[in-house]
């Protein structure tokens, strides 16, 4: 079944929970100069839930460092550097998730956070607490090249296609330049097939992938965690 590009522009992008890190052989190729997105101070919490707006695959990635800010997710400004000046501890997170609300908040992992405060897993010494006023510096994406998917953003061919295309349309941004298409349906990587699809923009408008664009029926066979808040124990993603 073909996919116009609007009705892609138009798929929703489901917002799900997730823990997991997984690398692929893929390495960034991106020789461009990096001019920073800027920095300041802001209340931060801790966050526990995994979600992506921009569509990426908890699978792939290090969920235990991801910003979930107010801003719109950029296609350069992915890496943001978190200092806790007080403590002399700093964190580099994956700004790939929009927080909405008219109060929306500076969230930020909780084992991220509960690292910048006591400076050990959420995992190993477990706390609570409210908003942080620490710095923020968005750096150049290769500070978080760990976090990805060999130094890459992995995205989900469906659900990623809004936010992948208006990359793509900025031909020198570091996703445009730096990014891997997975046939992964959610956010959980719950449905789907775990391989690599491409797309030919703007030549085409939809991805090609070896089992079929969108495939999901098909259980992808991966169990993802949260670092619950208060307890820090992993528990599985809802929807499994």
């Known amino acids: ?15 799900v929970s997730a823990e997991h890190h997984s690398h692929r052989r893929h390495h960034a190729t991106s020789s461009r100069s990096y001019t920073s997105g800027g920095s300041g101070s802001a209340g931060i919490t801790p966050h526990d839930v995994y979600g992506s707006s921009a569509g990426v695959p908890g699978c792939k ?35 790939i998730d929009q927080s909405q609300g008219s109060n929306a908040a500076h969230d930020i992992s909780y084992d991220a956070y509960n690292y910048l405060k006591t400076g050990q897993s959420a995992t190993v010494h477990p706390i609570t607490g409210g908003p942080e006023t620490w710095d923020y510096q968005y750096v150049d994406p290769s500070n978080c090249a760990d976090l990805m998917d060999g130094g890459k953003l992995p995205l989900e061919a469906v659900p990623s296609m809004n936010y992948l295309v208006s990359c793509l349309a900025q031909p020198n941004s570091f996703v445009a330049k730096n990014h891997v298409l997975y046939n992964i349906w959610d956010s959980i990587c719950r449905l789907g097939a775990d391989e690599v699809s491409t797309i030919n923009y703007p030549a085409e408008n939809q991805p090609v992938c070896p089992s079929g664009f969108g495939v999901n029926t098909k259980e992808l066979g991966k169990t993802i965690y949260n670092i619950e808040y208060r307890t820090g124990k992993k528990v599985k993603a809802a929807g499994y």
């Open 61 to 95: 990635i290090n969920i235990n460092r991801v910003a979930y800010w107010p801003s719109a997710v950029s296609c350069d400004d992915i890496c943001v550097k978190v200092t806790n000046k007080v403590a002399g501890r700093s964190v580099f997170l994956l700004k």
């Open 1 to 15: 079944m073909l996919f116009s590009l609007t009705a892609l522009l138009a798929v929703s992008l489901t917002i």
